[in-house]
């Protein structure tokens, strides 16, 4: 038998790859069903960049990412488009391109901004590659499409809509709300908290976030009141930088702390884990480095046997969290279904990947040129 001659091989193998032609990224500005209301402010809209990642085969991979205010839209677009000039004629490889961006920003620092819009990239890149190879984003990544169980996110709705959003969830057969507190008392906090459950009943799990907007000592407080009311984790109960505040909280409490949607890497999350700053873990996959971020976040919270949730971006992390080990639960907070030709659907409780190839965005492009920013 003639083996082939390896310079060959590579030519053949190299020519066959999918190179990145262009990029192209869009602002638009998205009304949401409900403001997302927190205790450090209000998300009024959806502010996303859309980006389409394109490739010498006809083959296009696309990604979304948030920025909470309209006023980051522009800069975050041109940070996609400027980074995307670095990968333009270069084969379609995300892993490649995860080390050549963090390269050429070893000075500038890989984080804010930049981290995100190289994320956006990260994921259209592997959209792309998926796409390609006719597949969904979890086959891809050797898993297999199955059913992930979601919570539904709420904001700081109040008493009267908060108990209306709570019921409507447990109707849509959801498990599991998670509500945002933090309000100007600890007996706002607990009367909120008591109506929602008395609105979902005693079998479904209620989470609670703080959104960073209490001090050390008024966590502790205000978490021991909790702890007899049923909740399944509190979220971010202090500044996310405070790992050591995280820590001497996490100490005192008998109810799970949970972090991690403002990880800017898995290298701050190894740190907050280190530091014995939480009991869950939550990564936003566009601020934990993309699809190539995620999974080396997953490699972690598998080692550390944590259990490790989804935030936001529901349409790829339903992918995501298909093939990540100590896989939690997925947030359900709709951002993007305005834009999208195929939202992603819910039933049981539960969020599927689709069958199509890719993560199965696909821009609905009347309302994208209606949401122009």
């Not at 007899?228 to 109810?255: C, F, M």
């Not at 992390?317 to 100590?326: C, D, G, I, K, Y």
């Amino acid at each position: 038998m003639r083996l082939p001659d390896p310079e060959n091989a590579m030519t053949s193998s190299s020519s066959s790859s999918l190179v990145v032609t262009g990029v192209e990224a869009r602002a638009v500005n998205v009304p949401l069903e409900y403001p997302v209301r927190t205790s450090v402010g209000v998300i009024a809209t959806s502010p996303l960049v859309l980006i389409d990642l394109q490739t010498d085969g006809g083959v296009t991979g696309r990604a979304y990412l948030f920025t909470y205010t309209p006023l980051a839209l522009e800069a975050m677009r041109q940070l996609v488009l400027a980074f995307a000039g670095v990968l333009k004629g270069r084969p379609l490889a995300p892993f490649d391109f995860d080390q050549l961006l963090s390269q050429r920003l070893r000075l500038l620092g890989r984080t804010g901004l930049a981290q995100m819009a190289c994320a956006g990239l990260d994921m259209a890149a592997w959209d792309a590659l998926a796409v390609a190879r006719g597949l969904p984003l979890v086959e891809l990544l050797g898993g297999t499409r199955r059913a992930v169980p979601a919570y539904d996110s709420h904001g700081m709705d109040g008493e009267a809509l908060g108990a209306q959003r709570a019921a409507l969830a447990r109707d849509q057969g959801f498990a599991a709300i998670k509500t945002k507190i933090g309000y100007p008392t600890l007996a706002e906090d607990l009367r909120i908290v008591r109506a929602l459950r008395q609105a979902i009943g005693p079998e479904m799990a209620l989470m609670v976030d703080c959104n960073q907007g209490l001090s050390v000592p008024e966590a502790m407080r205000r978490i021991q009141a909790l702890e007899n009311e049923g909740i399944a984790w509190v979220e971010e109960p202090t500044l996310q930088e405070d790992y050591a505040g995280h820590a001497r909280i996490r100490e005192k409490s008998r109810l799970p702390i949970q972090m991690g949607e403002n990880w800017c890497s898995p290298d701050e999350m190894a740190k907050a884990l280190d530091a014995r700053a939480c009991d869950l873990a939550m990564p936003d996959v566009m601020k934990i480095g993309g699809v190539t971020g995620w999974l080396r976040a997953a490699a972690l919270a598998q080692q550390r046997g944590v259990p490790m949730s989804s935030h936001i971006f529901q349409e790829i992390s339903v992918h995501l969290l298909a093939v990540t080990p100590t896989a939690h639960w997925l947030e359900r907070m709709d951002l993007a279904s305005p834009v999208l030709a195929r939202p992603l659907a819910f039933a049981d409780g539960c969020a599927r990947p689709g069958e199509e190839p890719g993560t199965g965005i696909a821009w609905n492009e009347e309302a994208v040129a209606r949401f122009a920013a």
